[in-house]
């Protein structure tokens, strides 16, 4: 009998009794995981700190919690196992990882945010006494997040692409480095911690890779400045925004493996696959990820035909690290 995968938004399921990954009934609401691992928490002090949510409230890092069966405890405990093994060992060990295991572990991070603003959403329209309206594209777009989620518990092969964008860096960073950052509607990620920085864009099948081919290339094997890597975010952060398409993914279920297969992004929509560049909307991205070193969109932008960089210099080349005359950043 084919394996079957479990879909919350068939009939928008998520209460706090049932599995958050593999839809089985819990038998206590004691029953449940942290969204950010106790590990990353207790390394950086997290637990008590402010994580502010969609609706603007004000959250704490260990209150966001997702329920999870005992059996889905057990595969999750081993990805994080390797995963606080390498980030703790710092960036030679996070660059040998599986990019599928990163995925799954940033995967399983911004979906229990996902979850928990559906539930504080599906709390507030009850209270109002409103229907429950959610974004049919954010529901696939989620829904195929998922699909590829139970990976983690259920044998998943993914046929002829990834469907993900994620890279790791070397970066100089101060010590005791946290910075973390998402974008959920467009499912991008990046972080920067010890002497590493990942940047993530989950269901894009490489697109944003592509888009900047150019870049990746004159930077490869360069150890970054903290005010490169915040760059390169935003640039990631700004082209996930472009990213104009909803990808598709046939999905074959067996008895012995489900089968996931993106579809070509191409599909019978005439468009380039990423919307118009505008400078001024990259400077203000820019302005923002740029917040610790104090540059103005006026200054990012002076010359709308080159725009400020750090990643290169004018002939196109790598700038090193150790050529950029300003301090690290703040760790946070």
């Not at 229990?112 to 539930?119: A, C, L, S």
Request: charged fraction near 20%; glycine fraction near 4%; proline fraction near 5%.
């Amino acid at each position: 009998m084919p394996i079957i995968l479990y879909n919350p938004f068939d009939k928008f399921l998520f209460d706090s009794k049932t599995c958050f990954l593999s839809g089985l009934p819990l038998s206590s609401i004691d029953e449940e995981t942290h969204v950010f691992p106790l590990w990353l928490m207790k390394e950086f002090d997290l637990e008590d700190k402010p994580f502010k949510l969609l609706d603007e409230s004000i959250s704490t890092y260990k209150k966001l919690k997702l329920p999870c069966a005992a059996s889905t405890i057990g595969p999750l405990e081993s990805l994080e196992n390797k995963i606080s093994s390498a980030f703790l060992q710092g960036y030679e060990s996070v660059k040998a990882l599986d990019k599928l295991v990163l995925f799954q572990w940033i995967g399983k991070l911004l979906y229990g945010i996902v979850f928990n603003e559906i539930q504080i959403g599906i709390r507030q329209q009850l209270i109002n006494g409103e229907a429950i309206n959610f974004s049919q594209a954010l529901a696939k777009k989620f829904t195929n997040l998922h699909y590829m989620l139970q990976s983690i518990i259920q044998p998943i092969e993914f046929e002829n692409a990834m469907p993900f964008s994620i890279n790791v860096f070397e970066v100089d960073n101060p010590d005791n480095t946290f910075s973390y950052r998402d974008e959920i509607n467009t499912l991008v990620f990046s972080l920067r911690m010890k002497n590493f920085g990942i940047t993530a864009c989950l269901q894009d099948n490489g697109a944003n890779d592509i888009y900047h081919e150019k870049i990746l290339k004159a930077i490869a094997g360069n150890k970054l400045h903290a005010i490169q890597f915040e760059e390169l975010c935003g640039l990631y952060f700004y082209s996930a925004y472009l990213f104009n398409r909803l990808p598709e993914y046939t999905i074959l279920p067996t008895d012995q493996a489900i089968y996931i297969e993106p579809m070509s992004l191409k599909g019978m929509d005439a468009r380039p696959i990423f919307d118009t560049f505008q400078v001024k909307t990259l400077g203000q991205v820019l302005e923002n990820f740029w917040k610790p070193w104090g540059f103005s969109l006026f200054e990012i932008i002076k010359n709308p035909e080159k725009p400020m960089t750090f990643l290169t210099d004018d002939n196109g080349n790598f700038r090193s690290a150790e050529t950029i005359a300003l301090f690290k950043g703040p760790a946070n």
